[in-house]
């Protein structure tokens, strides 16, 4: 078990790499251990975009804090996944004191990369090393002209290349149009959607948004493409059959899935990865995922002869899936859309007019739930913790009233430390 300052125990931390593949003896000490330790329901909880591990054990052992006092008498055990992804140190995390460079990067009057960012740029990227610096270097510089423009969206599609693996949300996506398209022309459209999310932060007065503060958004959205695939890998080949192997050893425990961000996709793919036959899982808690609000749909609403990939994945619950939603997650309601869709839209398009320009085909889950999967119950936090929630199925929870707190460009995407939300996964697991 690890970290002993953590809020709870037993608390156990599993380790996967970039491929899935998960860190043995943190692995064998798990099922050796949940048995002997008497944990009935063990919640297993996979962080988003984050930078270190140090990080993570952070957001595990305040979110988990709550716990000893909402369910006193439950046998739980905890585990906190520990899986390779980054954040840019300048986005805000409610109630997580910023780092010194995020507050040095906060003050310049230019989006350039704190050494933060740019150290986690170098992990997530490490044979692109040249190209990270490259691209460092531009956005000081800010070259005028398109060429500039045109050349910094040549060196963020380099990146790419080793972000490939990993399964799509739905049977018809591909690489988002904004590594496709004209660098120039989405920086400006990125440029716009800053500056409507935070008319102070990025351009003063009222002339027209520098594109180069939409470049700097691009590199990001790259990021956050690699990191998206990397979750879908890392559920489907790491933990889903890790929780089978638990369940060979452990046949008695009850496990819960939680999942914030990309670590939502990440357990949401664990159902594809998990072995048949396994009915560990009895439920599965989305913390404002990041991916399609179409995945589980057995029909695309704008093509019904496709589908989500996780069509009817949610039937491997033997529980119900719960997804928490906020329209005031700026990440998945304004920049998701943008990065997600795959045909261009000459149309410009910002703040709040996202999603009426785009339609609802690049949604996010985080953003409004699941969408088109029949049966889908729809309610507000009050109700939901009013309960009961119901046994099986998709159960989209508007949990505004909570996560609300934040600053551009991700918005409330991270305000997820609250006990109404820690009440939410007892409830999903029916946790006493």
């Given at each position: 078990?690890?970290?002993?300052?953590?809020?709870?125990?037993?608390?156990?931390?599993?380790?996967?790499?970039?491929?899935?593949?998960?860190?043995?003896?943190?692995?064998?000490?798990?099922?050796?251990?949940?048995?002997?330790?008497?944990?009935?329901?063990?919640?297993?909880?996979?962080?988003?975009?984050?930078?270190?591990?140090?990080?993570?054990?952070?957001?595990?052992?305040?979110?988990?804090?709550?716990?000893?006092?909402?369910?006193?008498?439950?046998?739980?055990?905890?585990?906190?996944?520990?899986?390779?992804?980054?954040?840019?140190?300048?986005?805000?995390?409610?109630?997580?004191?910023?780092?010194?460079?995020?507050?040095?990067?906060?003050?310049?009057p230019r989006p350039a990369l704190d050494k933060d960012t740019r150290r986690a740029l170098l992990e997530t990227f490490p044979d692109r090393t040249t190209?990270?610096?490259?691209?460092?270097?531009?956005?000081?510089?800010?070259?005028?002209?398109?060429?500039?423009?045109?050349?910094?969206?040549?060196?963020?599609?380099?990146?790419?290349?080793?972000?490939?693996?990993?399964?799509?949300?739905?049977?018809?996506?591909?690489?988002?149009?904004v590594f496709t398209l004209d660098p120039a022309g989405v920086c400006e459209e990125l440029a716009g959607a800053l500056?409507?999310?935070?008319?102070?932060?990025?351009?003063?007065?009222?002339?027209?948004?520098?594109?180069?503060?939409?470049?700097?958004?691009?590199?990001?959205?790259?990021?956050?493409?690699?990191?998206?695939?990397?979750?879908?890998?890392?559920?489907?080949?790491?933990?889903?059959?890790?929780?089978?192997?638990?369940?060979?050893?452990?046949?008695?425990?009850?496990?819960?899935?939680?999942?914030?961000?990309?670590?939502?996709?990440?357990?949401?793919?664990?159902?594809?990865?998990?072995?048949?036959?396994?009915?560990?899982?009895?439920?599965?808690?989305?913390?404002?995922?990041?991916?399609?609000?179409?995945?589980?749909?057995?029909?695309?609403?704008?093509?019904?002869?496709?589908?989500?990939?996780?069509?009817?994945?949610?039937?491997?619950?033997?529980?119900?899936?719960?997804?928490?939603?906020?329209?005031?997650?700026?990440?998945?309601?304004?920049?998701?859309?943008?990065?997600?869709?795959?045909?261009?839209?000459?149309?410009?398009?910002?703040?709040?007019?996202?999603?009426?320009?785009?339609?609802?085909?690049?949604?996010?889950?985080?953003?409004?739930?699941?969408?088109?999967?029949?049966?889908?119950?729809?309610?507000?936090?009050?109700?939901?913790?009013?309960?009961?929630?119901?046994?099986?199925?998709?159960?989209?929870?508007?949990?505004?009233?909570?996560?609300?707190?934040?600053?551009?460009?991700?918005?409330?995407?991270?305000?997820?430390?609250?006990?109404?939300?820690?009440?939410?996964?007892?409830?999903?697991?029916?946790?006493?």
């Open positions: 078990m690890a970290d002993p300052g953590m809020s709870v125990t037993p608390y156990w931390e599993l380790t996967f790499d970039a491929d899935g593949d998960v860190d043995g003896p943190e692995r064998d000490r798990l099922t050796a251990q949940v048995t002997d330790r008497g944990v009935r329901d063990l919640v297993v909880f996979a962080h988003g975009w984050n930078n270190d591990r140090s990080g993570a054990t952070a957001l595990y052992r305040r979110f988990f804090a709550p716990v000893s006092e909402l369910a006193p008498r439950a046998r739980l055990g905890y585990v906190g996944v520990i899986w390779p992804s980054m954040r840019f140190s300048d986005e805000p995390i409610p109630d997580f004191p910023r780092s010194v460079a995020a507050e040095e990067a906060g003050a310049a190209v990270v610096d490259r691209l460092a270097r531009m956005l000081d510089e800010r070259p005028g002209g398109e060429a500039g423009l045109t050349e910094f969206g040549r060196l963020v599609r380099l990146l790419l290349d080793e972000g490939r693996r990993g399964a799509a949300d739905t049977d018809e996506e591909g690489e988002p149009a500056a409507a999310l935070d008319p102070a932060g990025t351009t003063a007065g009222f002339g027209l948004p520098d594109p180069w503060d939409g470049a700097k958004e691009l590199l990001r959205q790259a990021t956050y493409y690699t990191m998206k695939r990397r979750a879908g890998a890392v559920g489907e080949h790491g933990l889903g059959p890790l929780v089978g192997r638990l369940a060979e050893a452990a046949p008695g425990v009850r496990v819960h899935l939680v999942g914030h961000s990309f670590g939502g996709r990440l357990v949401a793919f664990a159902l594809r990865g998990l072995p048949e036959g396994v009915r560990a899982v009895k439920s599965v808690t989305l913390l404002q995922g990041a991916f399609s609000h179409y995945a589980f749909a057995s029909r695309l609403p704008h093509d019904p002869d496709r589908a989500g990939a996780l069509k009817g994945r949610e039937r491997r619950i033997d529980g119900p899936l719960v997804c928490c939603h906020s329209h005031f997650d700026s990440a998945l309601g304004t920049f998701y859309p943008l990065a997600s869709r795959l045909a261009g839209d000459d149309r410009s398009c910002a703040g709040n007019e996202i999603a009426a320009v785009l339609g609802p085909r690049w949604g996010a889950m985080g953003h409004d739930g699941v969408q088109a999967v029949s049966g889908t119950a729809r309610t507000d936090l009050a109700a939901a913790l009013a309960g009961p929630l119901p046994a099986s199925g998709c159960v989209s929870v508007d949990v505004a009233a909570v996560v609300r707190r934040g600053g551009a460009p991700s918005g409330a995407h991270s305000d997820i430390v609250h006990p109404e939300l820690v009440r939410v996964v007892l409830a999903a697991g029916r946790i006493a």
